[in-house]
């Protein structure tokens, strides 16, 4: 039955490591991924075929990660990432041999009793790597081998092939399943949100594109957001300079500063996208030009502010309510902002889209944003019905406005996956009614000094985490040592966690002042390394 499949394989040597399939999908130097992405096209046909012939998308990117890496992840019909439990399918059939190939695949038809008669239907898009094109060639030829073939919709935004796979799958009611499509849409809610406030007072907004994909289509929306395209000026736009390179919203997270050659003045109101543009975050400098950075924590406290305040006004009331998820990497502050002053629930959950998606399930809306920018907002059946109800039917004009405005907010957010674009366009809609500028918006509360460091270990494996990665179960004595300099600074927290892509062990550490930072980070990376068998010089 597999005699084509496995003899297609033999084109593609895989690289001589072991590959796992994780929350970013595969995820590693482009040289190496030829034979995992001929492999996830045979697997992206088993995927729809499985479910019953809908749509499975693919995304061949590296996100934020160096030019020189790529990588590539299934999207599942309702948009969303790859069901976890075929994570391990997608890990077993990229590490097969030819040999055990055919065995492989005979295993995930027959324990998924898949029947190979099913039509499949499989679209990819890529981002701008150069290696993008090969990795597309031998993405296509897996299918193929399937004896099927894919609809490829070119470069996209990671986002935005989320948002046609859901369209797809939905007979169009979510959209039209097309990059048009998507600019329509967003655009038209973006305007009808911005005609609700009593007065428009948009300012130029300077964007870092981060030398991707997402420069090259704000580029193409602009001039369906009309007057507010105009006064979007993009910077680091792929047109010179190298991606993810000193630029994109990892870097301005993890350096707390402006991306390398970034010209703003004071009171400019700045953002930054990721390579693929599914993360955003906003910075600005104020008038002693000290940096500030608005992150995820940042964007989902305002977006949560202002559905509590519309939901208030509209006297709309939930089964399951507003709240918040977020993972241990949000701001100490940003958590007791939300649970003390605004009186919305926050639950914390593991790093990784798919954890925090899983869980904003469980309230009728909930604001999911990591701290590095990456979030979205999930609105159930019964609030999105109470809501257009509410917005055609309320005879209180107050009432009815707040509820028009979270009507237009539903059609401005992508459900599907955190997506920059869109999450752009909230922010400034909400920012443009309250009439704030950046700095307005960074006094809601004051961010307690963080720092994110990582430290190269010989096994990642040796480390296990509980409590929603926040607290160590092994080796015993890590956890018991980080609690006790912990203990040593004033508002301190601190966490370890293993890399799911590499073997490295992130390190989190927080306290009042820069200085407390400073020490519990260099601290605990040392018990890290004395403790996890550290690999290079000791911190």
């Known amino acids: 039955m597999w005699q084509k499949v496995v003899a297609s394989s033999k084109k593609y040597e895989g ?26 096209g045979i697997l992206s046909v088993l995927r729809s075929k499985a479910k019953c012939g809908k749509a499975i998308g693919v995304m061949i990117t590296a996100s934020h990660n160096p030019v020189q890496d790529n990588g590539v992840k299934l999207i599942d019909p309702m948009g969303e990432m790859l069901e976890a439990s075929w994570e391990k399918y997608a890990t077993a059939l990229a590490n097969a041999s030819d040999d055990e190939l055919g065995d492989v695949l005979q295993h995930i038809v027959s324990i998924n009793n898949i029947d190979m008669n099913s039509p499949a239907t499989v679209i990819v898009a890529r981002d701008t790597r150069p290696s993008g094109n090969t990795l597309l060639l031998a993405f296509k030829e897996g299918v193929e081998a399937m004896g099927h073939t894919c609809r490829d919709f070119g470069l996209l935004t990671t986002p935005q092939l989320h948002y046609i796979v859901r369209c797809l799958n939905t007979n169009n009611e979510y959209g039209e399943p097309s990059e048009d499509g998507y600019y329509k849409k967003l655009s038209s809610a973006f305007k009808s949100l911005v005609s609700l406030a009593e007065k428009s007072t948009f300012s130029s907004i300077k964007l870092d594109g981060a030398n991707g994909i997402g420069a090259l289509k704000m580029n193409k929306m602009a001039p369906y957001l009309e007057g507010f395209g105009s ?5 680091n736009d792929g047109s010179n300079g190298v991606l993810n390179q000193g630029c994109g919203a990892d870097y301005v997270k993890v350096q707390q500063a402006a991306p390398v050659d970034f010209v703003y003045e004071v009171g400019d109101r700045c953002a930054s996208f990721d390579g693929d543009a599914d993360r955003i975050v906003y910075f600005f400098k104020d008038a002693e030009n000290v940096f500030h950075l608005l992150d995820g924590d940042r964007i989902a406290t305002l977006i949560a502010a202002y559905l509590k305040e519309k939901l208030d006004l509209a006297q709309i009331e939930l089964s399951n309510g507003l ?17 003390t002053q605004m009186k919305v629930p926050v639950a914390c959950t593991k790093t990784g889209v798919k954890h925090l998606h899983h869980k904003a399930q469980d309230f009728d809306i909930g604001v999911y944003f990591e701290a590095n920018g990456h979030g979205t907002v999930l ?6 019905l109470k809501i257009r109800s509410a917005a055609k039917e309320r005879s209180n ?21 955190g997506d920059a674009i869109s999450d752009m366009l909230i ?22 000094p963080n720092k994110q460091s990582k ?24 956890q018991e040592n980080i609690d006790q300099l912990v203990a040593r600074v004033s508002n301190g927290r601190s966490f370890v966690r293993p890399s799911g892509t590499e073997d490295v ?35």
Not at 15 to 40: E, I
């Open 15 to 40: 690289a001589q490591m072991k590959f796992t399939y994780g929350t970013a999908g595969f995820r590693q130097r482009a040289s190496d991924l030829d034979s995992v992405l001929f492999k996830v």
């Open 231 to 235: 006064l979007l000026g993009i910077f």
């Open 323 to 339: 709240g918040v998820v977020q993972t241990a990497y949000a701001n100490g502050s940003s958590t007791q902002y939300l649970q």
């Open 379 to 384: 609105i159930s059946e019964e609030a999105e």
């Open 397 to 417: 004009d107050v009432e009815q406005k707040a509820a028009q405005c979270l009507s237009h907010f539903i059609d401005l957010t992508n459900q599907a996956i």
């Open 427 to 448: 922010v400034e809609c909400i920012l443009n009614e309250k009439k704030w500028t950046c700095a307005d918006w960074s006094k809601c509360y004051s961010d307690l």
């Open 455 to 478: 430290v190269q270990v010989k096994d990642r494996t040796v480390i296990q985490t509980t409590d929603a990665e926040r607290k160590v179960s092994s080796p015993e004595s890590l």
């Open 505 to 539: 062990v992130r390190i989190y550490a927080e306290a009042a002042t820069k200085e407390e930072v400073d020490f519990l980070s260099t601290a605990v990376c040392r018990l890290v390394y004395d403790e996890c068998g550290g690999v290079g010089t000791r911190p």
